[in-house]
């Protein structure tokens, strides 16, 4: 409890809230836009570090053949050929996937195949009698647990995350000093195991601080500054998995295009500060007549897309109606918002992936705008 109260910890747990802290100790609660964003990072990391490894790993068969006896230069070569093509098939993997189930297999490879080398090398080792540099080279492979779970630093990992793969690391050192691969006195296998622990913990406490970075930059990302929605790039993601749930479940999807009327005329007459103050309170009044389970997201400017899941095109016409009704605010002069509206249901238009769906709708509020605004257009009917 003291580590948390030191200044800078103290500094960093306050730029997030209560439910964002506990995300940086256990993943199962993670909303799928930062799993999504932790897996690419997760993954573009280990195949970077497994082609980097993978040529290291083979280069360093010419300094064992230059002062290991043979056939000890001999094994090891084998050892590390096999790990070199392990490494190669791992920076092959997993190219382009954004799931966090990838990113746990990609990580658990990146730190199983120098683990199996690290088992393999000491048994080979504790039973050759070296001499000179041979014996320095040797003793280096002692260092190979410290510098995997200094490698938990680069990832953003949570704390549960850190420990579950620091923990195979540990086991292996013990055991292979337990095996006889160093010293069997105790006082090494202590020393060693403890310095382990130690890097482990802080290399997890900076992966923990690198997940923190993501969490305020998906939030950043996720809501737009001004209005407090969705931002356009969260709202596709949402949209999309909005459209795939729907599709899987053959249930309707409905989408409601909304651009606000004469805005320019707004920013033009009485400044952009005005306008800001309209898209604040239109985004509110928006928001204040929304179901559970709607989303809305601004789309660009005085745009924004309302995703209605689970809604078919009739239910979707009688929400916006009741959006209409409630009003999108006021402009500068007292005269009240209106909005051209173009609605999009998945079933009912055959949309065949999200971006059709919007582009429909898209079609619909330009409709809308072309036949006098103020009103709203789907294929169910159109409304004025």
Avoid at 19 to 47: C, D, N, Q, Y
Avoid at 278 to 303: C, H, K, S, Y
Avoid at 316 to 344: K, M, Q
Wanted: charged share 15%; aromatic share 8%; with cysteine.
């Amino acid at each position: 409890m003291k580590l948390l109260e030191h200044p800078a910890i103290k500094s960093a747990l306050n730029e997030l809230p209560r439910e964002e802290i506990m995300w940086l100790v256990f993943p199962g609660k993670h909303m799928s836009l930062l799993s999504t964003r932790r897996a690419s990072m997760i993954i573009s990391r280990v195949r970077m570090i497994a082609a980097l490894f993978a040529a290291l790993t083979l280069l360093f068969i010419v300094p064992d053949m230059l002062v290991m006896p043979w056939p000890t230069w001999g094994l090891l070569a084998v050892g590390r050929v096999a790990a070199g093509i392990a490494f190669t098939g791992l920076a092959l993997s997993f190219h382009g996937s954004t799931r966090m189930r990838d990113a746990y297999l990609a990580l658990a490879a990146l730190f199983a195949i120098p683990t199996a080398f690290f088992v393999y090398s000491y048994l080979l080792l504790s039973g050759a009698h070296l001499n000179g540099v041979a014996a320095i080279i040797a003793a280096t492979y002692a260092f190979m647990p410290i510098v995997m779970v200094a490698g938990l630093s680069m990832f953003p990992l949570t704390a549960l995350e850190g420990a579950i793969y620091a923990a195979p690391v540990l086991i292996a050192e013990v055991a292979s000093t337990l095996m006889g691969v160093d010293s069997l006195s105790l006082t090494p296998l202590v020393s060693t195991s403890w310095l382990v622990v130690l890097i482990a913990i802080v290399a997890t406490l900076s992966g923990m601080s690198q997940l923190g970075f993501v969490i305020m930059l998906v939030r950043t990302a996720i809501r737009d500054a001004l209005t407090g929605c969705f931002s356009r790039m969260s709202g596709m993601e949402l949209l999309e998995i909005q459209y795939i749930l729907s599709s899987r479940s053959n249930t309707p999807l409905s989408l409601a295009f909304i651009d606000l009327d004469n805005f320019k005329s707004v920013n033009d007459g009485f400044g952009h500060e005005a306008g800001d103050k309209v898209l604040v309170g239109a985004a509110e009044q928006i928001r204040t007549t929304l179901r559970t389970g709607d989303m809305l997201a601004r789309w660009g400017g005085e745009e924004f897309i309302l995703i209605l899941p689970n809604t078919y095109c009739n239910d979707a016409i009688v929400a916006i109606e009741r959006l209409r009704a409630h009003g999108f605010g006021l402009r500068p002069d007292n005269n009240p918002v209106t909005a051209s509206i173009g609605i999009a249901e998945r079933m009912e238009d055959k949309a065949g992936e999200w971006k059709k769906l919007v582009e429909i709708a898209d079609q619909r509020m330009y409709a809308a705008k072309q036949s006098g605004k103020n009103r709203a257009v789907s294929s169910c009917s159109r409304v004025k």
